[in-house]
């Protein structure tokens, strides 16, 4: 994981603290608690200051277009106190200066602005990049007093100190640490002998400027244990690693780089992707990252929500089941309604019973009467109870086949889920679960979808991974004479082949490459034997008021995949 250390803070300031002096401040947002966005311009250019200090992924940058797009940032319609706070203080604002207290991590702008009476006042916006203890703080340069913060801090959370408007502003408890540079190897030496800590914390927890992660990198690079006890370091390896740590923190200018997963951070050697600049790392490395989590925490949430209607739905469906089966019954009342009615003549009011042939079995049927009812009476209660079951019955029919639609609706949903890592994608499974919101035509987006597009055999072939991309291959892309492929009874994606202008038929082993495909994109990838369905496009349709996704065919033809 990549660390905010006091090194990193330092190399980001120093890269573009120029930018900083004289620069306007043209716009604040605070999309969330814990972001807030400073739009700066200097020279001829604007930049966006993302400050995050949520405990995760706590960082400063200047974000790119791309970038802010991966953080999935939504601003309010109604912004928060503290961005009304920065506003009224910070907008129109010139940056005077900036500044990075020593072995801190922490960038101070020194800002010049008037108050309501036209007189110049000068303030300071504090960004701590401290962990859990991240904050943004906003005071009063002549007195030092908070004029408000992110987040207050108060005496239940922190004796040492409060944090809240009308305090005075003072800096973090300084910290029980060394400067390497201003260290003698002798007393290094004799510092690691007599610490039983894992090397690499041992290092942490007496320098400044050394994170857990950078010792780790420098240790490793020499040949190292970065785990073994510090008392247990020769002195050969003890003296490479003085020198080491020296000419790395004496550098003006380090080599930044991420692996190709963005999972492992280098101060020291350069990876997969070089990074000659510290802000374009910090927003690089923060952004995916921050998409990794809000992808994973939409697909979590959308999948215990989807589990738990299918598993409700399918509740509901036995219960309409156990209506459906009421039906012979139903039946039964019909048939001693019929004999009744047909046996009237042999029946005397008052009798509590009768025993009467069954026309279709051949059999005798015995069929209880209402004492206080004629014959006919009660073969019209029989036939009142048959009427009542059947009704409901056709009833209960009707929405066995809406819950069966709708279970097959979520599970396909879910399907799409488990299979995309698109926070755009997951958006619009997401925006299916959600009641329609109708736009005006000026306000409807431009429907831009990512749609995986394969070629096999020459055949351009397009691939929906969920209902809205299906919908818009059937309406926008496909045309009557393509060939669509699904798997039978199965969630799964719509399999679009194009045909070409100049008529190719597609052979064999190209049908087969196919359906193999439409098998790898549904719930039964793993399964042996699916069959696979195929037909023209002009041979699907979609009925009115149905799920969106979902289709009718005809003349299809079924082939089985292994």
């Given at each position: 994981?990549?660390?905010?250390?006091?090194?990193?803070?330092?190399?980001?300031?120093?890269?573009?603290?120029?930018?900083?002096?004289?620069?306007?401040?043209?716009?604040?947002?605070?999309?969330?608690?814990?972001?807030?966005?400073?739009?700066?311009?200097?020279?001829?250019?604007?930049?966006?200051?993302?400050?995050?200090?949520?405990?995760?992924?706590?960082?400063?940058?200047?974000?790119?277009?791309?970038?802010?797009?991966?953080?999935?940032?939504?601003?309010?319609?109604?912004?928060?106190?503290?961005?009304?706070?920065?506003?009224?203080?910070?907008?129109?604002?010139?940056?005077?200066?900036?500044?990075?207290?020593?072995?801190?991590?922490?960038?101070?702008?020194?800002?010049?602005?008037?108050?309501?009476?036209?007189?110049?006042?000068?303030?300071?916006?504090?960004?701590?990049?401290?962990?859990?203890?991240?904050?943004?703080?906003?005071?009063?340069?002549?007195?030092?007093?908070?004029?408000?913060?992110?987040?207050?801090?108060?005496?239940?959370?922190?004796?040492?100190?409060?944090?809240?408007?009308?305090?005075?502003?003072?800096?973090?408890?300084?910290?029980?640490?060394?400067?390497?540079l201003m260290t003698r190897s002798d007393y290094f030496l004799s510092y690691l002998k007599k610490s039983a800590l894992p090397l690499k914390k041992a290092l942490a927890d007496r320098y400044f400027c050394l994170s857990q992660a950078v010792c780790e990198d420098?240790?490793?690079?020499?040949?190292?244990?970065?785990?073994?006890?510090?008392?247990?370091?020769?002195?050969?390896?003890?003296?490479?690693?003085?020198?080491?740590?020296?000419?790395?923190?004496?550098?003006?200018?380090?080599?930044?780089?991420?692996?190709?997963?963005?999972?492992?951070?280098?101060?020291?050697?350069?990876?997969?992707?070089?990074?000659?600049?510290?802000?374009?790392?910090?927003?690089?490395?923060?952004?995916?990252?921050?998409?990794?989590?809000?992808?994973?925490?939409?697909?979590?949430?959308?999948?215990?929500?989807?589990?738990?209607?299918?598993?409700?739905?399918?509740?509901?469906?036995?219960?309409?089941?156990?209506?459906?089966?009421?039906?012979?019954?139903?039946?039964?009342?019909?048939?001693?309604?019929?004999?009744?009615?047909?046996?009237?003549?042999?029946?005397?009011?008052?009798?509590?019973?009768?025993?009467?042939?069954?026309?279709?079995?051949?059999?005798?049927?015995?069929?209880?009467?209402?004492?206080?009812?004629?014959?006919?009476?009660?073969?019209?209660?029989?036939?009142?109870?048959?009427?009542?079951?059947?009704?409901?019955?056709?009833?209960?029919?009707?929405?066995?086949?809406?819950?069966?639609?709708?279970?097959?609706?979520?599970?396909?949903?879910?399907?799409?889920?488990?299979?995309?890592?698109?926070?755009?994608?997951?958006?619009?499974?997401?925006?299916?679960?959600?009641?329609?919101?109708?736009?005006?035509?000026?306000?409807?987006?431009?429907?831009?979808?990512?749609?995986?597009?394969?070629?096999?055999?020459?055949?351009?072939?397009?691939?929906?991974?969920?209902?809205?991309?299906?919908?818009?291959?059937?309406?926008?892309?496909?045309?009557?004479?393509?060939?669509?492929?699904?798997?039978?009874?199965?969630?799964?994606?719509?399999?679009?082949?194009?045909?070409?202008?100049?008529?190719?038929?597609?052979?064999?082993?190209?049908?087969?490459?196919?359906?193999?495909?439409?098998?790898?994109?549904?719930?039964?990838?793993?399964?042996?034997?699916?069959?696979?369905?195929?037909?023209?496009?002009?041979?699907?349709?979609?009925?009115?008021?149905?799920?969106?996704?979902?289709?009718?065919?005809?003349?299809?033809?079924?082939?089985?995949?292994?």
């Amino acid at each position: 994981m990549l660390n905010i250390d006091s090194l990193l803070v330092e190399d980001f300031y120093n890269e573009n603290k120029d930018f900083f002096v004289n620069a306007r401040i043209q716009k604040i947002q605070q999309p969330t608690r814990r972001e807030v966005i400073l739009l700066l311009r200097n020279n001829a250019e604007s930049k966006k200051l993302y400050i995050n200090i949520n405990p995760e992924f706590y960082h400063l940058c200047f974000m790119s277009k791309e970038n802010e797009q991966k953080r999935d940032i939504q601003i309010p319609k109604h912004p928060p106190m503290f961005c009304m706070l920065l506003r009224k203080h910070l907008e129109g604002a010139r940056i005077l200066s900036v500044h990075k207290p020593d072995f801190e991590r922490i960038i101070e702008l020194n800002i010049e602005n008037y108050n309501e009476l036209g007189d110049k006042i000068e303030e300071c916006l504090s960004i701590e990049l401290m962990g859990k203890h991240s904050n943004i703080i906003l005071y009063n340069t002549d007195n030092n007093i908070i004029l408000g913060c992110a987040h207050n801090v108060g005496a239940e959370k922190s004796k040492e100190r409060e944090l809240s408007g009308g305090l005075p502003y003072i800096y973090p408890p300084k910290q029980d640490k060394k400067n390497l540079l201003m260290t003698r190897s002798d007393y290094f030496l004799s510092y690691l002998k007599k610490s039983a800590l894992p090397l690499k914390k041992a290092l942490a927890d007496r320098y400044f400027c050394l994170s857990q992660a950078v010792c780790e990198d420098i240790c490793s690079l020499h040949g190292i244990d970065p785990l073994q006890s510090a008392s247990n370091l020769d002195e050969n390896s003890t003296k490479i690693l003085f020198v080491a740590l020296h000419e790395f923190l004496a550098q003006q200018k380090r080599n930044y780089s991420l692996a190709a997963d963005f999972s492992k951070y280098s101060c020291v050697n350069s990876l997969d992707l070089p990074y000659d600049s510290v802000n374009e790392l910090i927003d690089d490395y923060f952004a995916y990252n921050t998409e990794k989590s809000l992808v994973s925490a939409l697909k979590s949430s959308l999948k215990t929500r989807l589990l738990k209607d299918i598993k409700r739905y399918e509740n509901t469906l036995a219960n309409q089941q156990k209506q459906l089966d009421k039906k012979d019954k139903a039946l039964d009342y019909m048939k001693k309604g019929s004999l009744l009615t047909a046996n009237a003549y042999k029946i005397k009011k008052g009798e509590k019973s009768v025993t009467l042939e069954d026309y279709e079995t051949g059999g005798s049927l015995q069929i209880q009467l209402d004492e206080n009812l004629s014959p006919i009476e009660n073969a019209q209660r029989y036939f009142k109870l048959y009427n009542k079951i059947k009704r409901a019955c056709d009833i209960a029919q009707k929405m066995a086949q809406e819950t069966g639609g709708q279970i097959l609706f979520n599970k396909q949903l879910l399907y799409d889920v488990e299979n995309t890592d698109s926070l755009e994608e997951l958006k619009e499974i997401s925006a299916e679960l959600e009641p329609e919101i109708k736009q005006s035509p000026s306000k409807k987006k431009e429907l831009k979808l990512n749609i995986t597009k394969l070629d096999i055999d020459g055949f351009c072939v397009y691939i929906g991974k969920n209902n809205k991309q299906n919908d818009y291959l059937y309406s926008k892309i496909s045309s009557p004479e393509d060939v669509w492929f699904h798997t039978l009874n199965t969630p799964g994606s719509h399999v679009i082949v194009k045909t070409p202008e100049v008529k190719r038929e597609l052979k064999d082993e190209t049908v087969l490459k196919i359906a193999k495909l439409a098998k790898e994109y549904s719930t039964a990838k793993n399964s042996t034997k699916i069959p696979v369905v195929y037909t023209l496009r002009k041979y699907i349709k979609r009925p009115n008021n149905t799920k969106s996704g979902f289709v009718v065919y005809k003349n299809e033809t079924e082939i089985v995949v292994d």
